[in-house]
Structure formats: structure tokens, C-alpha cells
């Protein structure tokens, strides 16, 4: 038997039984619930099919060539869902499944009939995907107490931040959402980005996942990382939030940049670098390629360091330094500098962010 139910309801079910998205693979590599299977009920062409002769002919004719299209695959669809519950079965759970397509229309209904009667327990999603991302940019407004750790580049604050995970606090990494350490270098040694839409699912879900009665730590980053964009309205509440900028000598930084980048080809590197050329400086440019070659990692670290210090600082001073805690750090120790800014942040904030 199929339950419609409203996305809340959705959420709290998905987090015990399994989401089968029936849209095309296009429109689910486009932005899809995170753990969500695809089991497409058309592919991208039959999909176009469908949809032009619901246009351009009738409602009726669209059925019919779906029911077409989508009969000889029934045998490939339950043995697709059949590998979708075995987890669930594992752990004692009934079969059932919850369902949705883009609107919670017809695409949705089939599916769920067609495992009904082979059967499944099946809840499909009123008003679909749309109904998914609409709750998705919701979560967005969420009265979040965020802290920021800031840095100029090099300072180790991604492995800071998992380092004040481990000592208890709740963070987020955007960075590793978006596949991406945010500068013209980051995309070295990363997977593919996801799209704006997926990042934004996968930003929700981290949400989703914290007590908002308790601060959220994050990294201090651009709007953009990579060709993803954190959302306007969590932006704005990460603008506002303190942040807790470390200060490590540029030596210490240097070192980093090079433990962490020195692994990738000198072909990798010399195209981050001719990235940020304009930015960087035609005689820079000439010198960071020139020490490339001879392998002088450090001094090509230290080029590439006078554009992003500069722009880095010029990013605070725009904000008068308001609400920017400066708190000196001697090494590049990130359990050392972790429990640092924990300290600072409860004596700073402890009425207001603890």
C-alpha cells in the first residue's frame, strides 16, 4: 500500500528506510537527496518523449507512451529495488521504500503501484523533488551560532577545524562538501565538485545533523568555492559571525603549502599558478614559473603568498576588522591551535555561544 506524506515526514522516514529517486539520471546528477538511489522510470530521451507529447498532444497520450515505455523494464526495476533493501533487510527492517519524483506525480504513482504489488510498503513525497528543495533552502534561515576560524593561507585551519571536532565541538566543512580548498589551487587532489544544487543538499544535510542550542565552528571562506556558492542566507549569517583569526609566522605557513602541494606535478602546479596571473603580477608570475622548474617549492609558496595575503586581509579590512579576534599562534600544531581558539571562544563567548 502507498502512504503520500509531506516532506517532514519524508526526512524523519529516510533516515530509516531507503529513498528511491525515479526521475531521469539528468535531472538527478543536476541535484538529488543525499543517499538517494536513482531508479530511473525513464531515461533522458523517453523522458523528452513523455513530456513533448503531454504538450503538444494530450495528458492522456503522454500516459499512454509512458505506460509503454516503462512496462518492458519492470522486471529491471524490482530487481534494481531488491538491491536497494538488502541493507535494510539486514538490519531487521520491513521493506518498504520511500519514493519521489520531480512534482509527486505520475511518475512517482507508477512506481510506487507497480512495487505495491509486488509487495512493498511504499511512501511517496507530496510534490516531489520541488517540495525536497524548497525545504533545503528553509533550512538555510536556521538561527545558527557559528564561529569562524580565520587565517591567512597556509595557516592549517581545515586541519584545525577537525581538530576542534575531536575535542568535542560541532563544525562543518565546506570545503570537503564542495570538493574544493577554495583558491585556484584547490581543486588538487579532489574529486569532482557537485553542482550548486547538490551542494546546497549536501550543505542542509550537514545542518540537519547539529544542535543549533550549541556553536557551529567554521572555516573563514569566500562565497565561491570552486564553481560552488554557499547560500545567500547562510552567508549572510557567517558575514556577521566572530571570527577567531590565527596568526602563524609566514615560515611556518610556507612549509605547509609546500607538504600539502609539493606531491602534485610541476604541470598541475604552473596552471594554478597562471590562474591567478593577473591577480598575481606579470614579473610574479615570471618568478614563481622560473623557481617552479627548479624545484624551489618554497619560494614559489612565497610568491604565490603575496597575493593571497593581500587579498585576504584586504577581504577583513573591508569589514573595518570589526567583530576579527587576532590570536597569536607560535606553531603550526593544529591540535595545539585548536584547543587555543576553544579556550578563546569560552572565555569570549561564553554566554553567547556556549
Known amino acids: 500500500m502507498n502512504h503520500p506524506v509531506n516532506i517532514n515526514e519524508f526526512i524523519k522516514l529516510s533516515q530509516r528506510f531507503p529513498v528511491v529517486d525515479v526521475r531521469s539520471p539528468a535531472e538527478f546528477e543536476h541535484g538529488h537527496i543525499p543517499e538517494a538511489k536513482n531508479i530511473p522510470l525513464f531515461d533522458n530521451d523517453e523522458r523528452a518523449k513523455v513530456g513533448t507529447a503531454y504538450k503538444q498532444i494530450s495528458r492522456e497520450e503522454a500516459i499512454k507512451i509512458g505506460y509503454e515505455l516503462a512496462n518492458p523494464k519492470i522486471k529491471s526495476f524490482i530487481e534494481q529495488v531488491q538491491t536497494v533493501v538488502k541493507p535494510s533487510i539486514i538490519n531487521h527492517q520491513s521493506s518498504t521504500i520511500l519514493i519521489h519524483c520531480w512534482r509527486g506525480g505520475m511518475r512517482s504513482a507508477k512506481f510506487a503501484e507497480l512495487l505495491n504489488a509486488h509487495g512493498y510498503n511504499t511512501h511517496t513525497l507530496v510534490r516531489g523533488y520541488k517540495a525536497y528543495r524548497k525545504f533545503v533552502l528553509e533550512s ?73 542550542s550549541k556553536r557551529i565552528w567554521l572555516e573563514d571562506e569566500s562565497r565561491n568555492i570552486g564553481k560552488t556558492q ?55 608570475v615570471k618568478h614563481a614559473l622560473e623557481e617552479l622548474e627548479k624545484g624551489n617549492l618554497h619560494y614559489v609558496a612565497d610568491i604565490t603568498l603575496t597575493y593571497y595575503d593581500k587579498a585576504y586581509n584586504y577581504n577583513h579590512e573591508a569589514r573595518n576588522m570589526k567583530n576579527i579576534f587576532f590570536i597569536e599562534c607560535e606553531t603550526s600544531d593544529a591540535s595545539v591551535n585548536a584547543e587555543k581558539l576553544i579556550t578563546f571562544a569560552n572565555k569570549k563567548f561564553q554566554q553567547k555561544y556556549v
Request: proline share 4%; hydrophobic share 35%.
Open 140 to 212: 538555510f534561515t536556521c538561527n545558527a551560532n557559528i564561529l569562524i576560524i580565520g587565517g591567512e593561507t597556509g595557516s592549517g585551519k581545515t586541519e584545525i577545524l577537525h581538530q576542534i571536532k575531536e575535542q568535542g565541538e560541532q563544525i562543518i566543512d565546506l570545503e570537503n562538501i564542495a570538493h574544493h580548498k577554495g583558491s585556484a589551487f584547490g581543486s588538487l587532489g579532489e574529486k569532482p565538485q557537485p553542482s550548486y544544487e547538490q551542494f546546497e543538499n549536501n550543505l542542509s544535510l550537514a545542518l540537519s545533523k547539529l544542535d543549533f
Open 230 to 284: 554557499i547560500p545567500i542566507s547562510f552567508w549572510e549569517k557567517m558575514k556577521q559571525a566572530p571570527i577567531l583569526r590565527i596568526n602563524i609566522p609566514k615560515t611556518l605557513r610556507i612549509e605547509r603549502l609546500v607538504n600539502d602541494y609539493g606531491k602534485f606535478s610541476k604541470e598541475e602546479l604552473k596552471n594554478c599558478i597562471l590562474k591567478i596571473q593577473q591577480r598575481l603580477g606579470g614579473q610574479h
